[in-house]
């Protein structure tokens, strides 16, 4: 691989992780990988200054998949395209060229969001993936990746997307420091600007979770609401409860599903890979959406994807699919992820993830009923308010609708 402005196929980009990394093809060498690694920890850098300043350019890669040109391609990669590994672009980052292998463990902590900017791709045209380095902390890597398909003679964009990873070291037990970064020009000082402020929102963030404190006034007042038009006025009574017309209780509108992890689907780490992860959250996602919609929903944004916990090759991974806020044409889905030990029956959470769908129809409004789906309703609201969506409609040229995108923060 060339240094900086790198062109690959999707085919060689997982090859080219497990030189850097020095990963076995075999999972069951992976005990043998994990002690060779372990001398590489004397080539860890004692602090961030120690290492040479990088630009954005030197992380740039641009990855492509020909599925017009290959066309045993198309049945891989027909519904799911996110298979895309980020870690290049970090490793590009912090490549050494006096190294023979990375001494860094770099690992996904965040997705921050995934905004997609057209529904349709098309199976039969080539994919390009582009992306590098906007933003760096001590052990932190802030990645943006853009998503565009070849078609009518030119290349559109797809999707945006935002990464962070955090280094580790070789035996991923504590962090390590990264590259500073150092940007050239106005474009790039924006994106690096840009990435302080998405540090700052995502501070705020978990700062104000609904875990940690009471919702706001406003928040207060709007599940109140909600409460008071479920009562029955016959009644007179708090226990007595009705569902509002045009309306779904949010205990019905839940999809659950289990999956065995295959050592298949490991990353160069021997863990269960991420893009599998995000790929089983979002199917059982969709189809929650598609069964309380009553049609086949569009998927507009993925938000805020915490990596809690690594998934081990062998897990009972458990998903849980609930609808937690609604809003016109809009569906916002929460999937949780833990893993099961059969031993100790024991659950450990690895990973929330939030969507965004949208329906050609206006769907049903979600009702919460307890103090626990209310708060589950606040924080899909809080997701939905916060992430980029397909809105409005506007009157081209030629007189025709066309949907657009108009952002809201």
């Not at 980052?93 to 463990?105: I, V, Y």
């Amino acid at each position: 691989m060339a240094e900086g402005n790198s062109d690959l196929l999707v085919s060689n980009v997982r090859n080219r992780l497990r030189e850097i990394v020095g990963a076995s093809t075999n999972w069951r060498d992976h005990k043998q990988m994990m002690a060779e690694r372990a001398s590489l920890c004397s080539l860890l850098a004692s602090c961030q200054e120690d290492l040479p300043v990088r630009s954005m350019k030197d992380s740039y890669v641009e990855v492509h998949l020909p599925l017009g040109t290959q066309p045993l391609l198309r049945e891989k990669y027909l519904t799911f395209h996110n298979t895309v590994r980020y870690l290049l672009i970090c490793y590009s980052h912090t490549r050494n060229k006096a190294l023979q292998r990375s001494p860094l463990s770099i690992v996904t902590a965040l997705v921050d969001k995934i905004d997609m900017r057209k529904n349709i791709i098309y199976p039969d045209c080539d994919i390009k993936f582009t992306g590098h380095v906007t933003w760096v902390g001590k052990t932190s890597i802030e990645a943006k990746i853009h998503m565009s398909q070849f078609h009518d003679g030119d290349y559109t964009p797809v999707l945006d997307a935002t990464f962070v990873m955090v280094a580790r070291d070789p035996e991923n037990k504590r962090a390590a420091y990264v590259n500073p970064l150092k940007p050239e020009g106005q474009e790039e000082e924006k994106f690096f600007q840009e990435g302080e402020v998405n540090k700052k929102r995502r501070v705020e963030l978990s700062t104000a979770s609904l875990l940690k404190v009471a919702p706001t006034d406003e928040e207060r007042k709007l599940i109140h609401s909600i409460f008071l038009n479920t009562l029955d006025s016959k009644t007179v009574s708090f226990r007595s409860r009705v569902l509002p017309p045009n309306s779904v209780w949010m205990e019905d509108a839940k999809v659950k599903g289990l999956e065995i992890c295959h050592p298949q689907e490991r990353n160069i780490f021997n863990r269960i890979f991420g893009g599998f992860l995000m790929r089983k959250a979002y199917e059982l996602g969709w189809a929650n959406a598609c069964s309380y919609g009553g049609c086949r929903p569009n998927l507009v944004a993925v938000d805020d994807i915490l990596f809690q916990k690594p998934v081990e090759i062998g897990s009972l991974l458990l998903l849980s699919s609930q609808v937690c806020y609604t809003e016109g044409k809009y569906i916002q889905v929460r999937v949780h992820t833990e893993v099961l030990d059969p031993l100790t029956r024991q659950h450990n959470t690895t990973n929330v993830f939030h969507f965004t769908f949208t329906s050609p129809e206006e769907v049903p409004a979600i009702v919460p009923k307890t103090y626990g789906e209310s708060m589950l309703y606040l924080d899909g609201k809080r997701h939905f308010d916060l992430t980029p969506y397909l809105c409005l409609q506007c009157i081209c040229d030629d007189g025709q609708k066309e949907p657009f995108y108009c952002y809201i923060y």
